[in-house]
Structure formats: structure tokens, C-alpha cells
């Protein structure tokens, strides 16, 4: 059974730096798109960044020169270095597993999120 399980998310300061990671177990990573979607307060679940299957990385406008998604296909694991950090880029990050490789995530795989909080 897959599951996806992030971490390293935590209070920051604005301008600070996190990098968030997601290791999937139970399937076979290179078959997946991966993802990284938040979810704010009040606010619906959006895009922040994905890479796919052959490593094509989209990324949301928001996320656009401070942000940068990896994946390491070794460790079945995916990273979102996020720097410059804003206390708007506060909400829940969740990591997504597609196997139809599509930037909107699919419905079926989700990790339970991690915080993350820029405040100062």
C-alpha cells in the first residue's frame, strides 16, 4: 500500500529558508508524478510546485525563483527547497503521488502534510 510521509516543515522567520521532504514507500517511485500542494487557512488546496515522471518541473507563480522541487529517484523521495520565505507561503504542505503523471495531482495518494509557519 503506498504512503507518503512529510517532513521538515516548521516556524520560520520572513526570508528564512526550509526544505520539505516526502519519501513514498509501498510502490514504485519512478512511476509517479510528484507534487507538493498547500493548503491555507480558509483557503482551497493549490499548487505549489511539481515534478514529473521524466523530471519536468512546473511550478506555481508564487513559487516561481524562491522555490525548487527535486526528486531523487534512489531514495523515493521528493524535496521543496523554499527560500526567501513569506509569512503568505504559511499553510499546510502536502506531498501527491499521480501515476498519471498529471501537475494537478491525482485524488487517490496523499501525504497527512506538514506545517509550515513564517512569522516573525
Known amino acids: 500500500q503506498l504512503q507518503l510521509v512529510e517532513s521538515g516543515g516548521g516556524l520560520v522567520q520572513p526570508g528564512g529558508s526550509l526544505r520539505l521532504s516526502c519519501v513514498l514507500s509501498g510502490s514504485f517511485f519512478r512511476s509517479y508524478g510528484m507534487g507538493w500542494y498547500r493548503q491555507a487557512p480558509g483557503n482551497q488546496r493549490e499548487l505549489v510546485a511539481f515534478?514529473?515522471?521524466?523530471?519536468?518541473?512546473t511550478y506555481a507563480d508564487s513559487a516561481k525563483g524562491r522555490f525548487t522541487i527535486s526528486r531523487d529517484n534512489d531514495k523515493n523521495t521528493i524535496y521543496l527547497q523554499m527560500n526567501d520565505l513569506k509569512p503568505e507561503d504559511t499553510a499546510v504542505y502536502y506531498c501527491?503521488?499521480?501515476?498519471?503523471?498529471?501537475?494537478?495531482?491525482?485524488?487517490?495518494?496523499w501525504g497527512k502534510g506538514t506545517l509550515v509557519t513564517v512569522s516573525s
Open positions: 501527491n503521488a499521480d501515476p498519471l503523471d498529471r501537475v494537478s495531482g491525482g485524488m487517490d495518494y
Open positions: 515534478v514529473s515522471i521524466g523530471g519536468t518541473t
